[in-house]
Nanobody, 114 residues
Framework: QVQLTESGGGLAQAGGSLRLSCHVS????????IDWHRRTPVREREFVAG????????YYAESVKGRFTISRDDAKNMVYLQMDRLKPDDTGVYYC???????WGQGTQVIVSD
């Protein structure tokens, strides 16, 4: 059974950093595209970043380019989202997902204060 588990959320000040982790069981991250999405007060689901199985190619929403970095550890079957220079608008619940299969994690909450 495929299961995605997020961790690393918490409280941060504007301009601070957090690192989110997504552990995938039951499937190799190296063979599947993994995306990060977030639920915010203004959007039910907003794409944040993704990493393709092909050459671990990353891609980002314009709102987070230059601030967030997605990466992958194939040996640990992990996907990470390094979030730097956080803004209050980044507040939300962050989910990792395997959209090709319709699998989502339970989410991890991020709160960014002024």
């Amino acid at each position: 059974q495929v299961q995605l588990t997020e961790s690393g959320g918490g409280l941060a000040q504007a301009g601070g950093s957090l690192r989110l982790s997504c552990h995938v069981s039951g499937h190799n991250v190296s063979s599947t595209t993994i995306d990060w999405h977030r639920r915010t007060p203004v959007r039910e689901r907003e794409f944040v970043a993704g990493i393709m199985s092909t050459a671990a190619m990353p891609y980002y929403a314009e709102s987070v380019k230059g601030r967030f970095t997605i990466s992958r550890d194939d040996a640990k079957n992990m996907v990470y989202l390094q979030m730097d220079r956080l803004k209050p608008d980044d507040t939300g619940v962050y989910y990792c997902a395997m959209l090709n299969f319709g699998y989502w994690g339970q989410g991890t909450q991020v709160i960014v204060s002024d």
